[in-house]
């Protein structure tokens, strides 16, 4: 299919977003009015995310780049979520009105590319306040509610869900082997990376050797000692909320990004329903949709591999 240059570029920037185990749940669909996006029906995650509501986020962050790389070419687009059979999707009808997109989201354009998902230490250094407000903001433009943890005892007992989420996880072997399903080489196109030669040893090791108690005590530690803890979430939960949270998810990182911090997930409570309900009562307010820890990466994030946007299209 020929595709309009500008509009190529849109979906190699949409497809930057992250996703959960880089899975890159997304589909386009190029119209005469516009671009839809939709969930890829094949790219789930039955273990960890078995009611589709990461997969829903993941489409939402990627719906999120398209209005940036849209805003930064000057070209408005009505954002329309829509409600399908097999999930939500979302419609970006060219208009030409100038919404408030226009104004806000171009200078994150640059930022697409260069936003990365952490997994190792943060440095000491602390996230200054006025950065926690600018995120905080970004959050509540799409509609979704950001909270830094703050005070000793709600970071405790945060770091506790973590703990206990994480072990109750690594001692599923279904999660375990979902988790190693998604581990593979960069020339994939998708999934976790793992080395060519030395993949097959740490998927074995993931589904065999790894012990919970210790992966636990780790991430606690992430928890514990990160600058920042943030949840983000939303009012009420549903398809339609997980969109946003996506949309919301990424305007934050990208703006994250813009002042040098990335992000380093904690979602293990929300991946399991009863830890939601605790982390929901302990953050006392609507309904939290991811747990992330952000700092100042002490090393070089590395980039995951994407697939070609041929492989994207939806006719
Ligand atoms: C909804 C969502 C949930 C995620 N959950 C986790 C997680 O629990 N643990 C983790 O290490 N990364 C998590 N990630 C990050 C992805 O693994 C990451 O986006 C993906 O590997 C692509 O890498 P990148 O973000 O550096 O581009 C999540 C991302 C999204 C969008």
Same mark, same amino acid.
């Given at each position: 299919?020929?595709?309009?240059?500008?509009?190529?570029?849109?979906?190699?920037?949409?497809?930057?977003?992250?996703?959960?185990?880089?899975?890159?749940?997304?589909?386009?669909?190029?119209?005469?009015?516009?671009?839809?996006?939709?969930?890829?029906?094949?790219?789930?995650?039955?273990?960890?995310?078995?009611?589709?509501?990461?997969?829903?986020?993941?489409?939402?962050?990627?719906?999120?780049?398209?209005?940036?790389?849209?805003?930064?070419?000057?070209?408005?687009?009505?954002?329309?979520?829509?409600?399908?059979?097999?999930?939500?999707?979302?419609?970006?009808?060219?208009?030409?009105?100038?919404?408030?997109?226009?104004?806000?989201?171009?200078?994150?354009?640059?930022?697409?590319?260069?936003?990365?998902?952490?997994?190792?230490?943060?440095?000491?250094?602390?996230?200054?306040?006025?950065?926690?407000?600018?995120?905080?903001?970004?959050?509540?433009?799409?509609?979704?509610?950001?909270?830094?943890?703050?005070?000793?005892?709600?970071?405790?007992?945060?770091?506790?869900?973590?703990?206990?989420?994480?072990?109750?996880?690594?001692?599923? !072997?279904?999660? =375990? @082997? *979902? #988790? &190693?399903?998604?581990?593979?080489?960069?020339?994939?196109?998708?999934?976790?990376?793992? $080395? %060519?030669?030395?993949?097959?040893?740490?998927?074995?090791?993931?589904?065999?050797?790894?012990?919970?108690?210790?992966?636990?005590?780790?991430?606690?530690?992430?928890?514990?000692?990160?600058?920042?803890?943030?949840?983000?979430?939303?009012?009420?939960?549903?398809?339609?909320?997980?969109?946003?949270?996506?949309?919301?998810?990424?305007?934050?990182?990208?703006?994250?990004?813009?002042?040098?911090?990335?992000?380093?997930?904690?979602?293990?409570?929300?991946?399991? !329903?009863?830890? =939601? @309900? *605790? #982390? &929901?009562?302990?953050?006392?307010?609507?309904?939290?949709?991811?747990?992330?820890?952000? $700092? %100042?990466?002490?090393?070089?994030?590395?980039?995951?591999?994407?697939?070609?946007?041929?492989?994207?299209?939806?006719?």
């Amino acid at each position: 299919m020929d595709l309009d240059p500008v509009i190529r570029n849109w979906l190699e920037l949409a497809a930057q977003a992250p996703s959960s185990h880089n899975s890159q749940p997304w589909r386009f669909r190029v119209a005469r009015d516009g671009v839809e996006v939709w969930t890829d029906p094949e790219r789930v995650l039955p273990v960890s995310d078995p009611g589709g509501r990461e997969r829903v986020i993941s489409v939402g962050c990627a719906v999120m780049n398209l209005r940036v790389a849209a805003a930064a070419d000057g070209r408005g687009l009505n954002v329309r979520p829509e409600q399908a059979g097999p999930g939500p999707y979302v419609r970006l009808l060219n208009t030409t009105h100038a919404g408030a997109d226009l104004q806000t989201l171009p200078l994150l354009k640059e930022w697409i590319p260069r936003r990365r998902s952490w997994r190792g230490r943060f440095r000491p250094d602390p996230v200054p306040p006025e950065v926690v407000d600018a995120l905080v903001a970004a959050a509540r433009q799409e509609g979704v509610w950001l909270r830094p943890v703050t005070g000793t005892e709600p970071r405790r007992e945060i770091v506790r869900l973590v703990r206990e989420a994480t072990r109750e996880q690594w001692r599923n !072997p279904a999660w =375990r @082997a *979902e #988790l &190693a399903h998604w581990m593979r080489p960069a020339a994939a196109g998708d999934g976790l990376p793992v $080395g %060519r030669f030395t993949g097959g040893l740490t998927r074995w090791a993931v589904r065999r050797l790894v012990s919970p108690r210790r992966m636990a005590r780790a991430e606690a530690r992430v928890a514990s000692g990160a600058p920042v803890l943030l949840a983000l979430g939303t009012g009420i939960d549903g398809p339609m909320q997980s969109l946003a949270a996506g949309q919301g998810l990424q305007r934050v990182l990208l703006e994250a990004a813009r002042h040098g911090f990335c992000a380093r997930y904690l979602n293990q409570p929300l991946q399991l !329903p009863e830890r =939601r @309900a *605790e #982390l &929901a009562e302990q953050l006392g307010r609507g309904h939290p949709q991811l747990l992330f820890a952000l $700092g %100042r990466p002490d090393g070089t994030p590395r980039a995951t591999p994407r697939r070609p946007v041929e492989l994207l299209l939806r006719t």
